[in-house]
Antibody, heavy 121, light 110 residues
């Protein structure tokens, strides 16, 4: 059974940093691209960032480019999102999502339950 | 990276069909056959119901179908059931290793 478990969310002050993690199991992690998607309370989905199976291709939404860094450790079956210079607009539930393909972002066939990030003073 | 345009709401009675549109540009929806649709029930994670414009993942009822014409993709739900009441989001590859979602459509089963 595919499982994606996010962690690392919490309350953080504007301008500070936070690192999210996603532990994957139930599939061959290094065969697929992985992504972070966020959803502000009561709002729609926003793709944040994605990374190919071998970390050779990385993409970011314009809203986070230069502030967020995605990475993965295939030996640990883990995905990460380093979030710096956080703003109020970054407050959201952050989902980890598996792509159907090695490179993406294309189609997300499995999602975690999300980790909540709240940016507030 | 502008969001794709979806109607905020749609509705239909049980047994009826409803179609939700998703309009983008030639740089996303019109330029690639990488349109997906997701269903999200309240408090739950999104679920992939259509990929590559028309493909249904295993386990998704054939009441759900997708299509595309030019810069507009569509999701049709036939034979509406109560459990189809949810939010629906489209997405499309947008080039340069990026992806864009639609704003979402709340489907109400009357």
């Amino acid at each position: 059974e595919v499982q994606l478990v996010e962690s690392g969310g919490g309350l953080v002050q504007p301008g500070r940093s936070l690192r999210l993690s996603c532990a994957a199991s139930g599939f061959t992690f290094d065969d697929y691209a992985m992504h972070w998607v966020r959803q502000a309370p009561g709002k729609g989905l926003e793709w944040v960032s994605g990374i190919s199976w071998d970390s050779g291709k990385i993409g970011y939404a314009d809203s986070v480019k230069g502030r967020f860094t995605i990475s993965r450790d295939n030996a640990k079956n883990s995905l990460y999102l380093q979030m710096n210079s956080l703003r109020g607009g970054d407050s959201a539930l952050y989902y980890c999502a598996k792509d159907r393909y090695r490179s993406g972002p294309l189609h997300f066939d499995y999602w975690g339950q999300g980790t909540l990030v709240t940016v507030s003073s | 990276q502008s969001a794709l345009t979806q109607p905020p709401s749609a509705s239909g009675s049980p047994g009826q069909s409803v179609t939700i549109s998703c309009t983008g540009t030639s740089s996303d929806v019109g330029g690639y056959n990488y349109v997906s649709w997701y269903q999200q029930h309240p408090g739950k994670a999104p679920k992939l119901i259509i990929s590559e414009v028309t493909k249904r993942p295993s386990g998704v009822p054939d009441r759900f179908s997708g299509s595309k014409s030019g810069n507009t993709a569509s999701l049709t739900v036939s034979g509406l059931q109560a459990e189809d009441e949810a939010d629906y989001y489209c997405s499309s590859y947008a080039g340069s290793d990026s992806l864009v979602f639609g704003g979402g459509t709340k489907l109400t089963v009357l």
